[in-house]
């Protein structure tokens, strides 16, 4: 039964004359919310929706617009101000509008709520040192800062903020951003940047600096379309803009709340959402039970890895045939695959987009790339480090050399390529986790929506299947080496 | 006399590196007799010996098997009509011994019956018996591999057996066993044999005609009382002395 649920969800109807919406959202509670609303208004307008939640951060879910990925997604003005226009000062609706205009892109009417930065401190410590006014901050250079890692690198964030109130620029602690709630709470830190539409700001009773020098930019929450919408799926797009001014700060909030502190599903917070917002009620779509959602996490999973890594055997192992023959060529590629190894698969990832968009394209080649090395280099060693004297035996023999690939060489390397297929296999596994920021699914959703909801029983939800994958996987190959490799090779010489 | 000869070498010259491996060197092996090949390491023993094989390809000179040159294109056809023995026997370890002698027997086709047959005619004649083909090189001492190797090399019924140090890694016991057994094989099935060794003693038992080579050429070629009462050189006496030292003081 759970396996129909599955496939039916995986062959989502298709009309031919409803336009297709796909709406986008990055890797946080807020942004899951307005884009599981924009997909329920969208549905409701007649289009076929789709949701790709947790795209990871902004120059990811940007790029996915700009490259027809995703249709709309929700963003807010002081990011378009600083990452997309890199604008030192403060640009006005009009303003961005006429910039992204050029690139396809339009901006809609704000929200309603300003989502912007701030600066919180853990009660303790604001009422011991009677921090009130982000000013107050500058005589105490000793306070320990836990900073996400975008904020400490926008020119609106960290460093601006420091200089704009002289505060000595130290070394704040670079940490993810729900992360640092749980630091704050236990007192490993003592003020963190928040997002003013933060449930936990309220839950932790933290004190939320005032910006008493107007540092930060407003960030109204708007969406983002891709101009072609207009034209393509005109009454979901209206139904989508009917949000605009109805949503403020204390419904956002709300919302936020339900979903982080109360563990609901976004889906059910964005149905609430508007219900508050549109006063109109709206039948949640039926969804799938927890244990169906794993098993659609568990079979992308399951197709990403075994896609790539097939394709990097039927690619690899020829390379390494091909490596182990000429010198020069093994030089080359072997550095080449080295030099792919090393590029963090986030970036990878985010190369990618760009070329392939979001979803399982980027997510399979980046994987096909980081399975091609242990495939490759293990190849080349096995096949360079048979013994001389016996590739001489079958050459005197009479064995052709297609003879002598086939029923010497390859048996005799068998290991050694068995060994790199399973290396590749074990870190494939891992590292197809992290294709869900791209829209790829996988077991990396529930651990990255449990990271955003500090639910460690979210995120176990993922990781212990996708580690008990990586261990059959392993049992597997190492059946696969019993069944493969030749019995004479496991026997030692006397 | 270079016709009736199973095997030619003319001016055969090969360095590496610029270093004259060997140099312009004549030899010829009589049908169903045995060329030992002996001399110190560097002489070029080896160098000549592989490049009967194909496996070297000379700088100048040539190698003919009857009447023909080895060369790109005649060296499959000639390998089929050689036998190749080097130490520990060179067996693959990832097939049985059964396998290993099998494998030409199966690659050109051979129906099963007859692949059988003829390895148990093999085992026969190099006494191994027969439950042993079953095991992996691994499971096999090192005379016991010597003589699956040399099995391996009679399959296809060669004309040339070429053995290159066959005997280098045993111990003396088994070693003169072998060498008693390598010897009566080869004049029974009335072979032509080209044998590389540094044991003087060796080529003088194995061969019927010896070459002494020293630094890439032929220093002298007779039978072993020849060298042994009219060396040709003084180090002909010299590198007889030294073996003879060695046999003395073991």
């Known amino acids: ?494 | 006399m270079a016709e009736g000869a199973a095997l030619t070498l003319r001016d055969l010259s090969k360095s590496y590196d610029g270093h004259a491996a060997i140099e312009g060197i004549d030899l010829d092996v009589a049908p169903r007799t045995t060329l030992a090949l002996v001399g110190p390491s560097g002489s070029g023993k080896s160098t000549v010996l592989r490049l009967v094989a194909g496996l070297l390809r000379p700088d100048r000179g040539e190698v003919r098997i009857g009447s023909t040159a080895m060369g790109e294109s005649s060296k499959r056809a000639l390998r089929l009509r050689m036998g190749y023995v080097i130490q520990e026997g060179g067996l693959f370890p990832h097939l049985t011994a059964f396998e290993n002698v099998a494998l030409m027997g199966r690659e050109l086709g051979w129906a099963w019956d007859r692949v059988r047959g003829r390895v148990g005619e093999l085992a026969g004649l190099v006494g191994l018996p027969v439950e042993w083909l079953a095991r992996y090189p691994a499971q096999l001492s090192g005379g016991q591999r010597q003589r699956v190797g040399l099995m391996r090399a009679l399959l296809l019924d060669p004309e040339i057996l070429l053995l290159d140090e066959p005997l280098g890694a045993l111990d003396p016991l088994i070693r003169a066993r072998l060498q008693e057994d390598l010897r009566d094989i080869v004049r029974r099935l009335r072979k032509t044999a080209l044998l590389v060794t540094h044991d003087m003693a060796e080529a003088a038992y194995l061969g019927d005609e010896i070459a002494l080579l020293r630094d890439g050429h032929v220093v002298q070629r007779g039978s072993a009382r020849d060298l042994l009462e009219r060396p040709a050189d003084p180090f002909v006496t010299e590198f007889i002395r030294a073996q003879r030292v060695l046999e003395a003081g073991r």
Do not use: C
Not at chain 1, 222 to 227: C, E, G, H, K
Not at chain 1, 255 to 281: F, H, P, Q, Y
Not at chain 1, 318 to 330: H, T, V
């Open chain 1, 1 to 494: 039964m759970k396996w129909l649920l599955v496939l039916a969800l995986l062959a989502s109807p298709a009309f031919a004359e409803a336009p297709r919406v796909t709406v986008g959202s990055k890797a946080f509670p807020e942004s899951w919310i307005l884009g599981e609303a924009a997909t329920t208004l969208a549905r409701r307008a007649g289009a076929t929706a789709e949701h790709r939640r947790n795209l990871g951060g902004t120059e990811i879910v940007y790029d996915a617009l700009r490259s027809g990925s995703i249709d709309v997604y929700p963003e807010y003005t002081g990011t378009i101000a600083e990452v997309m226009l890199h604008s030192h000062g403060r640009p006005s609706l009009a303003e961005m509008r006429a910039a992204l205009r050029s690139q396809g892109i339009e901006i809609g009417e704000p929200l309603g709520f300003n989502d912007s930065y701030g600066i919180a401190v853990a009660p303790g410590v604001a009422h011991r040192l009677g921090l009130r006014k982000v000013s107050d901050l500058a005589p105490h250079p000793e306070l320990r800062l836990g900073l996400t890692h975008e904020f400490l690198g926008r020119a609106d964030g960290w460093p601006g903020l420091a200089r704009a109130y002289g505060i000595p620029p130290g070394h704040p602690l670079g940490i993810q951003h729900e992360l640092a709630y749980q630091a704050i709470q236990a007192g490993k830190i003592d003020a963190m940047d928040v997002y003013t539409t933060d449930a936990w700001i309220e839950r932790l009773g933290l004190v939320v600096l005032e910006d008493d020098r107007a540092f930060f930019p407003r960030y109204d929450a708007v969406f983002l379309y891709r101009s072609d919408l207009v034209t393509r799926a005109p009454q979901a797009l209206a139904a989508i803009r009917r949000l605009e001014g109805k949503i403020d700060e204390t419904r956002m909030i709300r919302a936020n709340a339900r979903v982080v502190l109360e563990k609901r599903d976004a889906a059910l917070a964005a149905d609430s959402l508007l219900i508050e917002s549109l006063g109109t009620a709206e039948s949640a779509p039926a969804r799938a039970s927890r244990t169906a959602d794993l098993l659609r996490y568990l079979v992308q999973h399951l197709r990403l890895v075994a896609i790539s890594l097939l394709a990097a055997i039927v690619l690899g192992v020829p390379i390494g045939i091909f490596s182990s023959r000429s010198p020069a060529l093994a030089r080359v590629l072997l550095s080449f695959s080295s030099v792919v190894q090393t590029i963090p698969s986030l970036a990878l990832l985010a190369f990618l987009i760009p070329f392939l968009g979001i979803g399982a394209g980027p997510a399979l080649v980046a994987l096909f790339l980081y399975s091609l090395l242990p495939i490759v280099r293990n190849t080349y060693t096995g096949l360079t480090t048979i013994p001389a004297a016996l590739l001489e035996s079958a050459d005197v023999l009479g064995l052709t050399a297609t003879a002598r690939l086939w029923r010497i060489e390859l048996p005799m390397a068998s290991p050694a390529i068995l060994a790199g297929m399973q290396t590749s296999a074990v870190i494939n596994v891992g590292t197809a986790t992290l294709a869900a920021l791209i829209g790829a699914g996988g077991l990396g959703e529930p651990i990255l929506s449990g990271i955003q909801l500090r639910d460690t029983a979210l995120i176990l939800e993922g990781a212990i299947p996708a580690a008990l994958l990586a261990l059959a996987v392993q049992g597997a190959f190492d059946l696969l080496e019993r069944a493969v490799v030749p019995r004479g090779l496991r026997l030692r010489g006397d």
